[in-house]
């Protein structure tokens, strides 16, 4: 049995979609992030970094896995499946994983906090960091013009990617120009485990407008998070 910690975020969703794909059995724990959970010295020590997601591995001795694309890689090769195991294939599937672990996650992820959850608007970040999530999806675009998946067959770099890209008009992007990206998009929701993932726990984001009660009543909780995080980094 595989304990995930975890709450309605893109790298949250990556592990609960791996564990549906591989027909893991796991239990749930959903951590409140606004009342700081994460910090608590319980889960600092199965997570120092006192982030989710995380997964303690109860067959394995209670073996903890912290980062989601550590975790991804670990699930992979526990069961054998969403990863090659040929050294060209592996690292086909670990250099878009790595993109979005780099790229696609950090820059949406900063993307959210200017054009969503700061109460001061600031122009030129918001600019930058969007700016730079179209780079990088135009990146994925032209790449699946010749692909059905990033890295051959179905793998743990679709899911990491897909996770964070299927937000993207929180992040207040558009794909509309894009085709490869929204066909390839569109593909992975369609898979069942995929289905299942995104709602252990329901997300309040995805892709659903600005107009949606649901997405408001999140962006306003991220923003006091993000209000209390610069109180506490600042000493107040």
């Not at 990556?14 to 239990?27: F, M, W």
């Not at 600092?44 to 550590?70: H, K, Q, W, Y």
Request: glycine share 8%; hydrophobic share 40%.
């Amino acid at each position: 049995m595989i304990d995930l910690f975890t709450a309605a975020t893109p790298n949250g969703h990556k592990v609960s979609i791996a564990l549906e794909e591989l027909a893991l059995p796991y239990r749930m724990r959903v951590l409140d992030l606004g009342a700081r959970e994460q910090k608590q010295p319980w889960f600092l020590a199965i997570n120092p970094n006192g982030r989710i997601p995380a997964i303690v591995d109860r067959a394995e001795g209670d073996f903890t896995v912290f980062e989601s694309g550590a975790i991804l890689i670990y699930l992979a090769e526990k069961t054998g499946r969403l990863l090659p195991s040929s050294a060209k294939g592996r690292s086909r599937v670990l250099q878009w994983l790595m993109f979005q672990m780099g790229g696609v996650g950090p820059m949406m992820g900063q993307a959210n906090v200017f054009h969503r959850y700061l109460a001061e608007r600031i122009p030129a970040a918001i600019d930058r960091y969007q700016g730079e999530t179209r780079r990088l999806f135009r990146v994925l675009d032209g790449h699946l013009a010749g692909h059905e998946y990033l890295a051959g067959d179905y793998s743990i770099a679709d899911i990491a990617n897909w996770a964070w890209v299927r937000t993207y008009r929180w992040s207040g992007v558009e794909v509309d120009d894009m085709p490869n990206l929204k066909r390839w998009i569109d593909t992975v929701r369609a898979r069942p485990a995929v289905q299942r993932g995104i709602e252990r726990p329901p997300s309040s984001i995805g892709e659903r407008r600005d107009n949606d009660e649901g997405a408001r009543r999140f962006a306003e909780e991220a923003r006091r998070m993000v209000e209390t995080g610069q109180s506490r980094a600042e000493g107040v």
